[in-house]
Structure formats: structure tokens, C-alpha cells
């Protein structure tokens, strides 16, 4: 089992930054491949960003390319998500998740079904 809980969320205004944490528990962290996924009220669940346990490559979804840097530290058990240029649209609450998927296409990691274990989320609100 792995415990994963998220952190720095809040409320910020467009173009300002927040930089979210999710620390892990109860595995080897070094072994998970770590993803953001993002839920705004009404929609689907949408992949962010995520870095394997491989070789730590990352990778993003098109809407936060250039703007958002994902990143992790393995003595810490924890992955960042740094959000920058944030806009209204990022509204949502955001998860990480876990998983050991490895793979170099992007679209393996945009699948919730290969995470294993998903965090509580925490809420981003970006006012305009």
C-alpha cells in the first residue's frame, strides 16, 4: 500500500504561481512513477504532468507545457507540481497519483487505470 497525500493548494490570482507537493508513503518511492491529474466541477478527471521512476523523463499535457514543471526528490519521498503563469482555467482540484507504469510514450501516463494509488487532491482556484 502506498499513502499519498497533497499539499499548496489555494487560491492565487492569474499569472501567479503555486507550487503543489505530494508526499508518499508505505513503498519504495524511487520505484513509482508519479503523475498529476486534474478534476474541474463537472468534468472528466485530465492528466497534468508526470515523471517516471526510471530515468525521471517527464512528461505534460498540452495546456501546461512551458508553464507547469514537475519534478521529484526520492530522499524525500515527495514530487512537485511547480505551476507558473497560472490561469482560470487551472481551476480544479488536483491529485497525484502512483504507479509503476514505465514507458516513453506520453499516452501511458495520461491513463488513470495504470496508477495504483491516487492521493486526496487539493484545491487550486485562480481568480481572473
Known amino acids: 500500500q502506498v499513502q499519498l497525500v497533497e ?9 501567479g504561481s503555486l507550487r503543489l507537493a505530494c508526499t508518499a508513503s508505505g513503498r519504495t518511492f524511487s520505484r513509482l512513477s508519479m503523475g498529476w491529474f486534474l478534476q474541474a466541477p463537472g468534468k472528466e478527471r485530465e492528466f497534468v504532468a508526470a515523471i517516471n521512476w526510471s530515468d525521471g523523463s517527464t512528461y505534460y499535457a498540452d495546456s501546461v507545457k512551458g508553464r507547469f514543471t514537475v519534478s521529484r526528490d526520492n530522499a ?4 512537485h507540481l511547480q505551476m507558473n503563469s497560472l490561469k482560470p482555467e487551472d481551476t480544479a482540484v488536483y491529485y497525484c497519483a502512483a504507479g509503476t507504469v514505465v514507458s516513453t510514450y506520453r499516452g501511458s501516463y495520461e491513463l488513470g487505470r495504470n496508477y495504483d494509488y491516487w492521493g486526496q487532491g487539493t484545491q487550486v482556484t485562480v481568480s481572473s
Do not use: E, H, I, R
Not at 76 to 79: F, I, L, Q
Open 76 to 79: 524525500k519521498n515527495t514530487v
Open 7 to 15: 499539499s499548496g493548494g489555494g487560491l492565487v490570482q492569474a499569472g
